[in-house]
């Protein structure tokens, strides 16, 4: 049974191109709820990106209303934002970690910047993912020592740090090859049994095969929900 209230509500929303007054989708409404995985799918320049970034507040939301783990999108001030990114979770398709830092050091600057001060707690916090996500035995490696997967493990410890209600993760798998990206789905799919809402957007049909979920199309403007069958 689902929970009354969502993670995540958009109401006849309208995501813009950054920048501009184009539309690339109109007349949204979704729900996200605990424990969902989620796939966003659509052709290159469908707006699944732009509609992360209204999500994680990159975009304002200028018209609809939207909620996202506690935060109002469309009445959101920027100062706020980077407290709402607190809550949230983000992958990208390039993990970015800082190159002359090791992974645990990647991990505590992250938290040295969202105010955890305890040094007890922050190196507890960090051994916690890194033990989520398989990435203990590469603590005090290099991200030029790490493969590619390993870099994305990383960067999905990372997005854990914080304890996030929903995590969203823009083509996480692109640049793996078929095995590293079942460890990173089977992670995924984890992540949303633990009772988070994960939100992935994806061009690999095989991932939603493998580990189905509700798909979100993004087609023509419209964002429309696809039968599981």
Not at 9 to 22: E, G
Not at 113 to 118: G, K, P
Not at 142 to 147: A, H, V
């Amino acid at each position: 049974m689902r929970p009354d209230r969502p993670f995540l509500q958009l109401t006849d929303a309208v995501i813009f191109q950054k920048n501009t007054r184009r539309e690339l989708l109109r007349d949204v409404n979704l729900c996200a709820y605990p424990g969902e995985l989620i796939y966003l799918v659509g052709r290159v320049g469908s707006g699944k990106s732009s509609l992360l970034k209204t999500l994680y507040g990159e975009l304002p939301l200028r018209v609809g209303r939207g909620q996202i783990a506690g935060f109002m999108l469309h009445a959101l001030p920027r100062k706020k934002v980077p407290y709402l990114r607190r809550q949230l979770g983000i992958v990208f398709q390039e993990a970015s970690l800082l190159e002359d830092c090791t992974v645990y050091q990647n991990l505590e600057f992250v938290l040295r910047a969202t105010n955890w001060r305890d040094a007890a707690a922050i190196d507890n916090r960090i051994w916690h993912v890194l033990n989520l996500t398989g990435m203990e035995h590469k603590a005090h490696a290099y991200p030029n020592q790490l493969s590619g997967g390993e870099r994305q493990r990383a960067g999905i410890a990372r997005a854990l740090l914080n304890g996030p209600q929903i995590v969203l993760a823009d083509e996480p798998t692109a640049n793996l090859d078929p095995n590293t990206t079942r460890e990173v789905m089977e992670l995924f799919r984890g992540i949303a049994e633990e009772g988070r809402t994960v939100i992935i957007s994806t061009h690999n049909m095989d991932n939603i095969r493998q580990y189905p979920g509700r798909t979100w199309l993004l087609e023509e403007g419209y964002v429309t929900e696809l039968d599981p069958e």
